[in-house]
């Protein structure tokens, strides 16, 4: 039996939001000429995403009407200002006067029919009648719930404001700051969609802002929670990564990280369309291989680009002209950009952000995370970052890029611990470990996963060096080098005696 054909969204004119990243969670903007609520607590952007809303149509030669309850024309005005807008060429129309509000007044603003509406709301009619505007936001819905009274009038205000504004073919924002009692959900059942802004208010660093969309009718869109950032000139919103939208064809190979004995012990060096995750303790030289490998990638031609949450660009290029690793003159070109990053203001949308900017503009093939401890401080919740690193690292596996993922142990000796468990969604392991002989703290290095090309399965001696890493001969004389404690039995030359072979 065939199965019925699905049925087809029809097209729908849409209003842009003036937001990009908005518009492309809503799949193209808000469908004209019908009602959405806005909500969210006080601070949490309603009102400037209202008047990026009203100036995206006056961009596009549309007429906006900006109707107050809850602040004045001048606050509104001085809001834009901090933006570096003009409100030029909006019309402001203030609902309710400082008389309006008086003790004294207490009618309802509207009545529950079009026919017994007040003079105030004759007044915002005739407004409407003579601008005609295509776009309109009302701020706020509290100050009508207020002003109401009983929940039945406030109920039949917004039906009839409603069927009002449709009448004249308007695109409604109606803001409300949801001072009504928690689960009162009777606007989201007259908005045609429900646009909900909320933000994580932690004890130290920015507020992480997000928002959903609740409801949308007749439209596909994205749903979940999509980080935005409220700043100087509005909202950037970050739509949240789906990686099965981004599928590519590409060549899987392996490229050299710079060192031959590494690359061994690797299988053959870092697999392009997978990621390597350097764990180890503090100071065990997790970033100087990064940057080594990072080096290489950069002489074959490569473009990169190297995330940094733990230190400041000034220390990493030290310790690189310190070994003589060779990135400065690739900064300065544009092939390589490093960013420093403050995991107190970055939200993980943002970050991936950037990232998708690196690999789909600068058409990056190696990126690198350092570290993953940090990048955990700027999550609301460790399950979170799970979710969120499981798509950013699908998404990057699947555009071809050679991802490196740096994550640091608690602790310099012993087995250590991490703040979470990365080892599942890693493609391959590189471990990194001190470990005591002959009176002196040494390094070494192994590799313990590898899902896509077969690897070493030995234990070397590591140590970094004028040029970067060196990787010496297998500690086959030695018991105990994970665990930190080694004990030795044997002749075999170590990196320090001068007598052994380095492979660079």
């Not at 409603?162 to 009162?184: I, P, Q």
Request: aromatic fraction near 6%; charged fraction near 20%; hydrophobic fraction near 40%.
């Amino acid at each position: 039996m065939t199965p019925p054909e699905t049925a087809r969204i029809p097209d729908q004119a849409r209003a842009s939001t003036g937001i990009e990243g908005l518009d492309h969670v809503l799949g193209g903007g808000l469908p004209t000429h019908h009602l959405y609520l806005v909500e969210g607590q006080p601070g949490a952007g309603k009102t400037t995403l209202g008047i990026q809303f009203l100036l995206e149509g006056v961009k596009r030669g549309e007429t906006g009407l900006y109707v107050t309850l809850s602040e004045t024309g001048d606050e509104l005005r001085t809001v834009a200002a901090s933006h570096g807008w003009s409100l030029e060429g909006l019309t402001i129309f203030e609902l309710v006067t400082i008389d309006g509000l008086g003790p004294d007044a207490e009618q309802s603003i509207l009545h529950p029919s079009e026919v017994e509406l007040g003079e105030t709301t004759r007044g915002v009619m005739a407004e409407v009648e003579r601008i005609k505007p295509q776009r309109v936001v009302f701020d706020s819905l509290s100050e009508m719930r207020l002003l109401a009274q009983d929940p039945l009038r406030y109920r039949r205000q917004i039906l009839a404001l409603k069927h009002f504004f449709v009448r004249f073919k308007c695109t409604v924002l109606m803001l409300d700051d949801m001072s009504t009692k928690a689960g009162d959900l009777q606007l989201h059942s007259i908005a045609h969609g429900v646009l909900s802004l909320d933000q994580v208010v932690g004890e130290y660093g920015e507020n992480k802002r997000f928002l959903r969309v609740v409801k949308l009718r007749g439209v596909k869109f994205r749903g979940g929670e999509h980080d935005f950032r409220l700043d100087t000139g509005g909202i950037e919103l970050f739509p949240r990564l789906v990686a099965a939208e981004h599928r590519s064809s590409f060549e899987q190979i392996a490229a050299s990280t710079g060192n031959r004995a590494l690359d061994d012990i690797l299988g053959g060096g870092l697999n392009y369309g997978s990621n390597t995750l350097f764990v180890g303790p503090s100071g065990v030289g997790k970033t100087t291989t990064a940057m080594t490998c990072i080096a290489a990638a950069l002489a074959r031609g490569e473009q990169c680009s190297y995330y940094l949450f733990d230190e400041g660009l000034a220390t990493l290029l030290a310790r690189c002209r310190s070994l003589d690793i060779p990135i400065e003159r690739y900064l300065s070109s544009g092939q390589l950009e490093i960013i420093a990053l403050d995991p107190a203001a970055m939200s993980p949308g943002e970050f991936v952000s950037l990232v998708r900017h690196a690999v789909e503009v600068r058409r990056a093939t190696m990126v690198g995370v350092d570290s993953l401890n940090a990048y955990l401080q700027a999550m609301p919740g460790g399950k979170f970052l799970m979710l969120q690193m499981h798509e950013l690292l699908t998404y990057l596996n699947q555009q071809g890029v050679a991802t490196i993922l740096v994550l640091g142990q608690h602790g310099l000796f012993g087995e250590g611990r991490t703040d979470l468990d990365m080892s599942y969604l890693s493609d391959a392991i590189l471990l990194f470990r001190f470990f005591e002989a002959r009176g002196s703290l040494l390094k070494a290095v192994s590799v313990v996963k590898s899902r896509t090309q077969a690897h070493e399965l030995t234990i070397r001696e590591f140590r970094l060096g004028k040029g970067g890493v060196e990787v010496g001969q297998a500690l086959t004389d030695f018991v105990g080098v994970l665990k930190g404690v080694a004990s030795y039995a044997g002749s075999q030359a170590l990196l320090g005696d001068g007598s052994d072979i380095v492979t660079k």
